[in-house]
């Protein structure tokens, strides 16, 4: 089993920044593939980012929304995948959520068998 943590969520003006983390426990992560949903009010979940291994290599992808502006990284001394998020705009207010998973493809589709409770973060005008 492996359990999430997310911290770092808070309140930003608009055009600043933020980091989140997330905190694995139960076993090492450092081979699964990791990632960042949110939910903004009212709507629907989306993908914001993920990482994932592959032939010796990580691999990042990003929702076109939030490209060039946020980047997910990760720490696998720490056990922690991380999302530093520049230049927020109010759109990016939503609740953050890490998510886990043993294959590659899964959790950038939303079908990671882990995930945290999420961290709040609301940007203002």
Same mark, same amino acid.
Do not use: H
């Given at each position: %089993?492996?359990?999430? $943590? $997310?911290?770092?969520?808070?309140?930003?003006?608009?055009?600043?920044?933020?980091?989140?983390?997330?905190?694995?426990?139960?076993?090492?992560?450092?081979?699964?593939?990791?990632?960042?949903? *949110?939910?903004?009010?009212?709507?629907? *979940?989306?993908?914001? !980012?993920?990482?994932?291994?592959?032939?010796? !290599? &990580?691999?990042?992808? &990003?929702?076109?929304?939030?490209?060039?502006?946020?980047?997910? +990284?990760?720490?696998?001394?720490?056990?922690?995948?991380?999302? %530093?998020?520049?230049?927020?705009?109010? $759109?990016? +207010?939503?609740? &953050?959520?890490? !998510?886990?998973?043993?294959?590659?493809?899964? +959790?950038?589709?939303?079908? !990671? $068998?882990?995930?945290? %409770?999420?961290? %709040?973060?609301?940007?203002?005008?």
């Amino acid at each position: %089993q492996v359990q999430l $943590e $997310e911290s770092g969520g808070g309140v930003v003006q608009a055009g600043g920044s933020l980091r989140l983390s997330c905190a694995a426990s139960g076993r090492s992560v450092s081979s699964y593939s990791m990632g960042w949903f *949110r939910r903004p009010p009212g709507k629907d *979940r989306e993908f914001v !980012a993920a990482i994932w291994s592959a032939q010796g !290599a &990580y691999y990042a992808d &990003y929702a076109d929304s939030v490209k060039g502006r946020f980047a997910i +990284t990760r720490d696998n001394a720490k056990n922690t995948v991380y999302l %530093q998020m520049n230049k927020l705009k109010s $759109e990016d +207010t939503a609740i &953050y959520s890490c !998510a886990a998973d043993p294959q590659s493809w899964a +959790t950038k589709t939303g079908r !990671a $068998e882990y995930w945290g %409770q999420g961290t %709040q973060v609301t940007v203002s005008l």
